[in-house]
Nanobody, 128 residues
């Protein structure tokens, strides 16, 4: 089993920055996981934000956040981060961390149904 715990959400003004963290426990992440960030705004479906190949560190992002969001990891802490800059009101959502058991680096955007484990989410609110 894998446990994922997000933190770092909060209220920020448009143009501001936040860094989300996703702490993983239960197993050692090495070659077998891809990690993802998803978000869900009120009344909308959960959408892919970005993904990280835990082994190689490769990342990919949805077009709407490219150049503004950056995913990184700390292997020693089993923690993934989502650095968000130039935030917009439309970035307001509950942000979820997720993990997928795979030996392949992400080559396309993940769907929510692709992921095997989920965190509880952390709320990000961007005021205009």
């Amino acid at each position: 089993q894998v446990q994922l715990v997000e933190s770092g959400g909060g209220l920020v003004q448009a143009g501001g920055s936040l860094r989300l963290s996703c702490a993983a426990s239960g197993r050692t992440f090495s070659r077998y996981y891809a990690m993802g960030w998803f978000r869900q705004a009120p009344g909308k479906e959960r959408e892919f934000v970005g993904a990280l190949d835990w082994r190689g560190g490769n990342t990919r992002y949805v077009d709407s956040v490219k150049g503004r969001f950056t995913i990184s990891r700390d292997n020693a802490k089993n923690t993934m981060y989502l650095q968000m800059t130039s935030l917009k009101p439309e970035d307001t959502a509950v942000y979820y961390c997720a993990a997928k058991i795979t030996t392949w680096a992400p080559t396309s955007d993940y769907a929510a149904g692709d992921m095997d484990y989920w965190g509880e989410g952390t709320l990000v609110t961007v005021s205009s």
